[in-house]
């Protein structure tokens, strides 16, 4: 059962501004405070690396390619994840993924890191030309 759904992705030209977002349900949805939050992208024939991050703390976290860029933000009541991209840059091309889990712990770089996360949307493609 598909439980995060992205939408907001398009077409943008170099320097402008996209705002995705990831709707929950089901389980993630239930007790969505309870859960981590990231954002991934993925290029073709490449591997698919974390963009920010976000904690139930509402910490955030970023990679250093989008620092000062992308904002990350969550809506517990809507239970919705955001990602404000500002400044797009050609390089900013990819499938963006929201992903979900419950993590006890948080030390910023595994945030980052796919494998923290089992619940994965389908994916937004987001095009920077």
């Known amino acids: 059962h598909v439980q995060l759904v992205e939408s907001g992705g398009g077409l943008v030209q170099p320097g402008g501004s996209l705002r995705l977002s990831c709707a929950s349900s089901?389980?993630?949805?239930?007790?969505?405070?309870?859960?981590?939050l990231a954002w991934f992208r993925q290029a073709p024939g490449k591997e698919r690396e974390g963009v920010a991050s976000i904690s139930v703390y509402d910490t955030p976290h970023y990679s250093d390619s989008v620092k000062g860029r992308f904002t990350i933000f969550r809506d517990n009541a809507k239970k919705t994840l955001y990602l404000q991209m500002n400044s797009l840059k050609p390089e900013d091309t990819a499938t963006y993924y929201c992903a979900a889990d419950r993590i006890s712990s948080w030390y910023a770089p595994e945030t980052l890191a796919p494998s923290r996360y089992g619940y994965w949307g389908q994916g937004t493609q987001v095009t920077v030309s």
């Open positions: 089901g389980a993630v949805s239930d007790t969505y405070s309870r859960y981590s």
